[in-house]
C-alpha cells in the first residue's frame, strides 16, 4: 500500500515540472501587454498619427484634469498628476490600444463624497501656504487628497483583488443597456456639478439621495446670485466649442489636422482674462495658483481606509465597468481582442501606483477615446507621447494657467460630456428592440439621477438578473427534429455538390445577455471547424455536447464533413424555432455573427423567426437588403440557395 501511494505521488511529482524559460516569457507576455506589441511597432506607419492623437489628447487630459480634480473636491494640480501617472501604467498593462486613461468624471464625483464627509469646507482653518507643505499648498488642501489618494489606492486593491479571483468573466451580467444609462446618468450628474460654474454661483456642496434635485432647487431660489459676464461666457464658449467640433467632424476627411478648439479657447479665454482683469473687475472665478514640479512620492494614508471603503468600491466597480465597455468597443472596431481579468489588472495598478504620487481616482473615459479614434491613433504610443506634453504643462506651463476662468473649463466639461449625454437616442433602440431593455434602461437611469452611479448600476444588475430568471422558466425547449425526414427534405431539393455548402444550426435556447457571448464562440468554433475540413463531423458533434447550439450538418449528424469547395459562398441556416425570446444583446450578438460570417464570404440565412426578432434585427443591423435573409422554414431556405446557384450557374453560361 505504501508503495503504491509512493508511486502515485512521484507520478504527480513527474507530471508537474519547473517553469521553463518560455512559461515565463509567455507569462510575462500575458501579463505586460506592451511586450508583445511595443516590439513589433511600425514607426515609419504608426508614429506620425500617434503623435498628432497624443498631441489632441493632452489637450484634453489637461483640461480635463483641472476640472475633474475640482470636481472631485482637490486642488487641480492633482488632476494634472492624474492625467500623467495612471495613462503610463494602463500603457503597460492594459490591453486596449485605443483606451485614454485617466482622471475620469463618475470616479471623480464619488471621490467628492468621501472628500467633503471627511473633510468639510467649513472645517477649513489654514488657507495660508505653508512651508513644510507639499508644493508649499495649505494643510487643508492636503488632508483632502490624502482622503482621495486613500479612495484611489482601495479602489485599485479591490480591482486587483478582483483580478486574482478571475471575476472579469463575471462582467457579462453587466448589459449593454445598464452601461448606457448608467453613464448617461453620471453624466447628467456632472453637467449639474458644474451649474455653479457655469453660472457664477457660490453654491455649498450638495450631495445625497435626490442631491440632483436639491442643487436645482438651491439654484432656482437663488437665481438672482448668477452672475451675468459668467453666464455669457460660458454660453459663447459653448457655442464655439460645439460649432467647431462638428465642423472639425464633418471636414475631417478633407483637413489632415483637426482645430484643437479646447487648447485655442484655453489660451484665447485666460489672456482675455488676464487683459481685462476678469477676477477682480467682473468678479470671475479663475483656476488660481498651479504649483510646479511633481512631488516626491508618498504612501497613502492607512488610517482612513475603513473610512472611505464604500466609495472605494464604488470608484473600483464603476470605473472598471466604464473603462471596460470602452475597451470592448475598442477591440470589436479594431478587430483585436482583449482580456477582460487583464483589465482589472492594468486599472488596478493605475489606481494603486498613481495613489502615491496624489492621484486622484482614475478610468477611462468615453471622450478621450473618441479622440483618440477620430485623429487616427494606431496604439498606446498615443497616450504615451500625451503623457510628454503633460509633464511640460506640469513643469513649465501650469502657472499660466491660473487665469484660466472656471467658467470656460466648465464648458469644455460640459461639451466634452456630448458621447454620454447622446446615449438618450438609445432609447429609440431598445423600444425597438426589445421593450424590456428599453425598461431597464429608465429604471437604471432614474436610479442613479436620484441616488449615485454605483447605486443606479448595481440596480441595473439586479433588475436585469431578475428578469431574465423570471423569463428563463417560461421558455420552451427545442423539440426534437426527424433527422431522416430532414434528410430526405435536404437530398431531394439539392444535388450533393451543394449540400457540401451548406450547415444547419439549430439554436436550443433563449439568447440574452447570459448566453450571448457563448453562442458567438460556439458558432465560430463549428465555422472554424468546418472551414478546416480536417475533422469528422462525428468528432465536433462530441465537441459541441452541452453548448447553446446543435450542430446538423447536411440533416444528419453521423456523416462526414465533406471538402469544401474554396471558390464557392459557404451557407449557414440558424434554426431558429428553439429561440423563445431575446433581448438587446441577443439581437447585437446575432447581428455581429451576421456581420462576421459575411466578412469569412459565409452566407447567413435565419429560419423561423418570430416577427419580433426580424423587426430587431432589420433596426438594430445594417443588413443586406438586395438579398432574402429571413425564411419560414429551413427547407424554404435550402431551396433559396439552390435556386440561387442554379441562378448563377446561368449567367455564368451566358456570359461565356
Known sequence: MTGAKKKKKSMLWGKMHTPQCEDIIQWCRRRLPILDWAPHYNLKENLLPDTVSGIMLAVQQVTQGLAFAVLSSVHPVFGLYGSLFPAIIYAIFGMGRHVATGTFALTSLISANAVERIVPQNIQNLTTPSNTSVLGLSDFEMQR????????????????????????????????PVISAMTTGAATHVVTS??????????????????????????????????LEALLLSLLSIVVLVLVKELNEQFKRKIKVVLPVDLVLIIAASFACYCTNMENTYGLEVVGHIPQGIPSPRAPPMNILSAVITEAFGVALVGYVASLALAQGSAKKFKYSIDDNQEFLAHGLSNIV??????????????????LYSTGAKTQVACLISCIFVLIVIYAIGPLLYWLPMCVLASIIVV????????FRDLKKYWNVDKIDWGIWVSTYVFTICFAANVGLLFGVVCTIAIVIGRFPRAMTLSIKNMKEMEFKVKTEMDSETLQQVKIISINNPLVFLNAKKFYTDLMNIIQKENACNQPLDDISKCEQNTLL?????????????QSCPNE????????????????????????????????????????????????????????SEKPIFFESVSAAISHIHSSKNLSKLSDHSEV
Open 145 to 176: 487628497i490624502h482622503v482621495a489618494v486613500a479612495v484611489s489606492f482601495l479602489g485599485g486593491v479591490i480591482q486587483v483583488a478582483m483580478f486574482v479571483l478571475q471575476l472579469g468573466s463575471a462582467t457579462f451580467v453587466v448589459t449593454e
Open 194 to 227: 458644474q451649474v455653479k460654474y457655469l453660472l457664477g454661483m457660490k453654491m455649498p456642496y450638495i450631495s445625497g439621495p435626490l442631491g440632483f434635485f436639491y442643487i436645482y432647487a438651491y439654484v432656482f431660489e437663488n437665481i438672482k446670485s448668477v452672475r
Open 354 to 371: 498613481s495613489s502615491f504620487f496624489f492621484c486622484i481616482p482614475s478610468a477611462a473615459a468615453m471622450g478621450r477615446t473618441a479622440g
Open 416 to 423: 466634452g460630456l456630448k458621447g454620454m449625454l447622446i446615449q
Open 550 to 562: 446543435n450542430s446538423l450538418s447536411n440533416g444528419n449528424c453521423n456523416e462526414e464533413v465533406s
Open 569 to 624: 459562398k459557404c451557407s449557414l441556416i440558424l434554426d431558429c424555432s428553439g429561440f423563445t425570446f431575446f433581448d438587446y444583446s441577443g439581437v447585437s450578438m446575432l447581428v455581429e455573427v451576421y456581420m462576421d460570417c459575411k466578412g469569412r464570404s459565409v452566407d447567413v440565412l435565419l429560419a423561423h423567426c418570430t416577427a419580433s426578432l426580424i423587426k430587431g434585427m432589420t433596426y438594430y443591423g445594417n443588413l443586406d
